[in-house]
């Protein structure tokens, strides 16, 4: 657990905390004592990939092309400490829908099966009403290494493995092409987007939000979107946007360092050739997310237009965010700043005061306990994060004291030495590496780069072995036990199947089976149910076509 304290909420404008309290929360959100209730508040939660707080607009990034993320900021509360707690793809999907930490999700490292047998975000909202949208990459299916487009890998059937999501559902396990990209409804059928493909996604998602706000229901619409992922090639991008990028000089942060770090796994170490491309690596990163940018301004705009911003809480926000060569890493999974904090704003008009911000320690798991909150619906009882609804209303209210991080390990492959454990709250980082003990305090108040690791010097012994003595506690709490890589593969995952967690659950393989025999027909799902021998890890991408990069 946590450890939770009270707190005065700070940022709210004088003139929204006064419009807080003429509304009456409690009454907007259905307790009111008229005989007829208020309808709970619809959903649209919108996730880009890969993107970092540190590159947008609102947090001060002047080569940042953002204007309407740096407007949803002025329209709601932003998190300033929001933090994904394992900072790689599968696993924040996991933790997002779960709200339990990797440790009792069981979701390790990439390409694994997610056991259906939580009670997820998506089962709640189904089950208390809400017709439901999953929209983009899923990433909790696929359960071998590569073939990521083989439709036994990319096309999620109906079923327990949607994970309560039973209504629209356009979506593919993994993908980072952009155009002509791959996308499935109810069938193994493949299907191909027309244009750039967070473009059509938004069109989806706005012609559900238009038909669907006809009927009585309230809806609930999660949006994953790709960009800014890589690969970072022109081909990727949408011309209107490289542009405006190509040929900028980027400024590269203090931390950049030339000599990869001897952490880090093969996707995360930088390969020969890195320094020289890097520029150009930004330049698409940001000319991808100038396109996020505008399908977030017309998300904005159609629920004004349809008259539902005051009846629909609006997030936006990202998986995780990009090293770009800070401390010699490129990519994600570490819990420096660059990869771990990522933008959580949300806008409720009529609820949520304009302008406001908050520091509180925002993890993965608190987000499915906080909106479900706000939404009045009940949290199920094994989720481990923390509620924060009060919060992002501005009314103040406990709060966990730090957010936790867990590295379980390399990025897709069963591959040990780079586990790590950490916890950040309002002023620090501290981490540990399991392959040599090595441990790392930074004051990120006063070393925002973390260039200084306070932990080097006997003069901060008892800062850190307060830390370390918090971060043990939580991880005993957890059950989580620090284990190697390849560990878990072998006492939790069967055929890349998750079978259990720290806490226990498991993934009944005999209903698995019975959804792909429903979905591919009984020999097919015989050869998919087959152990497969596990791919050797790939090797470092090294300097060449940007597609070399696609698989992570
Ligand atoms: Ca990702």
Same mark, same amino acid.
């Given at each position: 657990m946590r450890e939770l304290s009270r707190r005065t909420f700070l940022g709210a404008s004088a003139a929204g905390a006064a419009m807080l309290a003429s509304s009456g929360t409690s009454e907007l959100l259905g307790?009111?004592?008229?005989?007829k209730p208020a309808k709970r508040p619809n959903l649209v939660y919108v996730f880009a990939d890969?993107?970092?707080?540190?590159?947008?607009g609102y947090a001060g990034?002047?080569?940042?092309?953002t204007p309407n993320i740096d407007k949803l900021a002025k329209r709601g509360v932003n998190?300033?400490?929001?933090?994904?707690?394992?900072?790689?793809?599968a696993p924040y999907r996991a933790c997002l829908m779960t709200g339990k930490y990797q440790s009792s999700n069981?979701?390790?490292?990439?390409e694994l099966r997610l056991s259906p047998d939580h009670e997820c975000f998506g089962h709640v909202l189904t089950k208390g009403g809400y017709d439901t949208a999953y929209i983009g990459?899923?990433?909790?299916?696929?359960?071998?290494?590569?073939?990521?487009?083989?439709p036994r890998n990319a096309f999620i059937p109906p079923g327990p493995y949607r994970l309560?999501?039973?209504?629209e559902w356009q979506a593919y396990?993994?993908?980072?092409?952009?155009?002509?990209s791959p996308y499935y409804n109810d069938t193994p059928h493949v299907e191909h987007y027309k244009q750039y493909e967070p473009n059509a996604q938004t069109d989806l998602a706005i012609d559900y939000i238009r038909k669907t706000s006809k009927g009585d229901k309230p809806f609930a619409v999660f949006m994953s979107w790709g960009?800014?992922?890589?690969?970072?090639?022109?081909?990727?991008?949408p011309p209107e946007f490289a542009e405006m990028f190509k040929g900028k000089q980027f400024p590269l942060r203090?931390?950049?360092?030339n000599e990869p770090t001897t952490y880090g796994d093969m996707w995360q170490t930088p390969p020969p050739g890195y320094n020289e491309r890097v520029q150009q690596f930004m330049q698409a990163y940001y000319a991808q997310t100038a396109d996020i940018d505008w399908n977030v301004g017309r998300l904005m705009d159609e629920l004004d237009k349809l008259g539902l911003a005051e009846d629909t809480i609006f997030v936006f926000t990202s998986d995780h965010g990009e090293?770009?060569?800070?401390?010699?890493?490129?990519?994600?999974?570490?819990?420096y700043e660059e990869a771990a904090r990522i933008p959580f704003l949300m806008q409720w008009k009529g609820h949520i005061a304009e302008g406001s911000k908050t520091d509180a320690c925002l993890d993965t798991p608190d987000i499915m306990a906080t909106l479900l909150s706000l939404m009045n619906l009940p949290v199920p009882k094994?989720?481990?994060? @923390? !509620?924060?609804s009060n919060v992002a209303l501005g009314k103040g209210g406990a709060e966990p004291d730090a957010a936790y991080l867990q590295g379980m390990g390399n990025t897709a492959a069963?591959?040990?030495?780079?586990e790590w454990r950490a916890m950040r709250d309002k002023q620090h980082t501290f981490a540990i590496y399991r392959r040599d003990g090595k441990e790392l305090l930074f004051d990120n108040l006063a070393d925002p780069y973390q260039?200084?690791?306070?932990? @080097? !010097?006997?003069?901060n012994d008892a800062k850190v072995a307060h830390y370390r003595e918090r971060l043990k506690k939580w991880m005993k709490d957890q059950n989580?036990?620090?284990?190697?890589?390849t560990w878990y593969g072998e006492h939790w995952i069967k055929d890349r199947n998750i079978m259990r967690g720290a806490k226990g659950g498991t993934h009944d393989l005999e209903k698995l089976r019975e959804v792909l025999v429903a979905s591919f027909g009984k020999e097919r799902a015989d050869d998919i149910m087959k152990p497969r021998t596990e791919p050797p890890p790939p090797k470092p991408a090294t300097q060449g076509s940007p597609k070399q990069d696609v698989n992570f």
């Open positions: 307790a009111s004592s008229d005989a890969q993107l970092r707080t540190c590159s947008c990034d002047e080569m940042a092309h998190f300033e400490n929001a933090i994904s707690s394992t900072p790689v793809c069981g979701m390790v490292i990439n990459k899923w990433h909790m299916w696929a359960n071998e290494w590569g073939n990521h487009n083989l309560g999501f039973d209504g396990n993994f993908s980072h092409w952009y155009y002509n960009p800014p992922h890589p690969p970072w090639g022109w081909d990727n991008v203090e931390n950049y360092q090293m770009f060569g800070s401390h010699g890493y490129r990519e994600k999974l570490i819990f094994a989720c481990e994060g @923390e !509620d924060l069963w591959v040990d030495g780079t260039k200084k690791n306070l932990a @080097e !010097d006997k003069a989580d036990t620090f284990e190697a890589c």
